[in-house]
């Protein structure tokens, strides 16, 4: 059974640093084909996909918010940490990780989904 | 970067009558497209990928067609938990996988 986990803060400051983590289990990131990605959602908004990083730790952004996310893994611990630089008001959202698998060339779709986590940026 | 475009934005039905929604990209795809379905306060759950196919566990009211840039969810005898939002996803050109605006469903 594939579950994830987000956990993180609820409010940051303007011009901090978020730091979420992503904790899963059901499946590995050491396990050739899979992926964790991060999605996020402002209220009543869209969602907007910000990053991955997959078994092999190739790491993709989102190219408008390169700049400001880092994305790591800790394999041991079955966890994906994202962080976001510089946070403003517009970046208030709820956080989602994701799992996603690589077959034949691919990255496939986005099959689990955390609960989420509501971040909201005000000082 | 792939521009999805939804419509309607909001489908106002009744129970039972039958749901289509669009989404048309802004570039040819295949078939490489997913649909989404989001409750309130919960996250989204894959319903249909690769246009047409059905992910597990979904009903089989709910069915994908299209191939290119025109795509269609249709939702046959809406049931009352399918009063949600819907959101359509390419992976043709990865990164970045793009979303749909949304289509919401509401009961009329």
């Known amino acids: 059974q594939v579950t994830l986990r987000e956990s993180g803060p609820a409010l940051v400051k303007p011009t901090q640093t978020l730091t979420l983590t992503c904790t899963f289990s059901g499946f590995s990131l050491s396990t050739n084909g899979m992926s964790v990605s991060w999605i996020r959602q402002p209220p009543g908004k869209a969602l907007e996909w910000l990053a991955l990083i997959d078994w092999d730790d190739d790491k993709y952004y989102s190219t408008s918010l390169k700049t400001r996310l880092t994305i790591s893994k800790d394999t041991s611990k079955n966890q994906v940490v994202l962080k976001m630089t510089n946070m403003d008001p517009v970046d208030t959202a709820t956080y989602y990780c994701?799992?996603?698998?690589?077959?034949?060339?691919?990255?496939?779709?986005?099959?689990?989904w955390g609960q989420g986590n509501l971040v909201t940026v005000s000082s | 970067e792939v521009v999805l475009t939804q419509s309607p934005a909001t489908l106002s039905l009744s129970p039972g009558e039958t749901a289509t929604l669009s989404c048309r990209a802004s570039?040819?795809?295949?078939?490489?497209l997913a649909w989404y379905q989001q409750k309130p306060g919960q996250a989204p759950r894959l319903l249909i990928y690769?246009?047409?196919n059905r992910a597990t566990g979904i009903p089989a009211r709910f069915s994908g067609s299209g191939s290119g840039t025109d795509f269609t969810l249709t939702i046959s005898s809406l049931e009352p938990e399918d009063f949600a939002v819907y959101f359509c996803?390419?992976?043709?050109?990865?990164?970045?996988?793009?979303f749909g605006g949304g289509t919401k469903v509401e009961i009329k």
């Open positions: 570039q040819p795809i295949s078939n490489y």
């Open positions: 996803q390419q992976r043709a050109n990865w990164p970045p996988p793009t």
């Open positions: 994701t799992r996603i698998t690589y077959n034949n060339g691919f990255y496939d779709y986005f099959d689990y």
């Open positions: 690769d246009a047409s």
